[in-house]
């Protein structure tokens, strides 16, 4: 099912350069965002994409960029939703049938603060969840956003050059 879902997107973005920044922006944008993550895996089409890269098909700077911006803003959506919804969020599904997730994702945020907004960027449940609760236990603005953007960009950039040293590992290895 993973590759039914992410191959037609590299695909396509490979045929169609000009639509492989919006692409990656979107994907990025809706890994994200709170709940809407659990549906979409970006991370994969974002690493495949990377070899796509590495090979000298797309360009690096305009697809890292859209990815680290629309990760960022799915995550400050994510975080402004907390901050409106407060703990009425934890009656949303998935929260709703994990009730022990909010007290776990507070102490998370309280442990770790800003760098937990880093980390939780690299974990894939947690890449959605920490910013909603960072919004719900009003983690300060400009901290929240400073973590959110550093880390998209790192985490962009991560996973395009993964792909890109999996594809050259690759090339070494069938020589």
Not at 71 to 93: F, M, N, P
Request: with cysteine; proline share 6%; glycine share 10%.
């Amino acid at each position: 099912m993973f590759e039914d879902y992410v191959q037609p997107i590299v695909d396509f973005a490979r045929a169609h350069e000009v639509w492989a920044a919006p692409i990656v922006f979107a994907l990025a944008f809706m890994e994200s965002l709170a709940f809407i993550s659990l549906l979409v895996p970006a991370w994969g089409a974002l690493v495949l994409l990377g070899t796509v890269i590495g090979a000298g098909e797309l360009n690096f700077w305009p697809i890292w960029v859209a990815g680290s911006i629309g990760a960022a803003l799915g995550d400050w959506l994510s975080y402004w939703i907390g901050c409106k919804l407060e703990r009425t969020v934890q009656h949303i599904w998935p929260l709703s049938r994990h009730p022990d997730l909010i007290p776990k994702g507070e102490a998370f945020i309280r442990k770790w603060g800003a760098a937990g907004i880093f980390i939780g960027r690299f974990f894939g449940p947690l890449r959605a969840a920490v910013p909603l609760v960072a919004g719900i236990f009003e983690m300060p603005f400009w901290r929240f956003q400073i973590a959110n953007f550093v880390s998209a960009f790192v985490w962009a950039g991560v996973l395009l050059t993964l792909g890109d040293v999996v594809s050259k590992g690759f090339m070494l290895l069938w020589r």
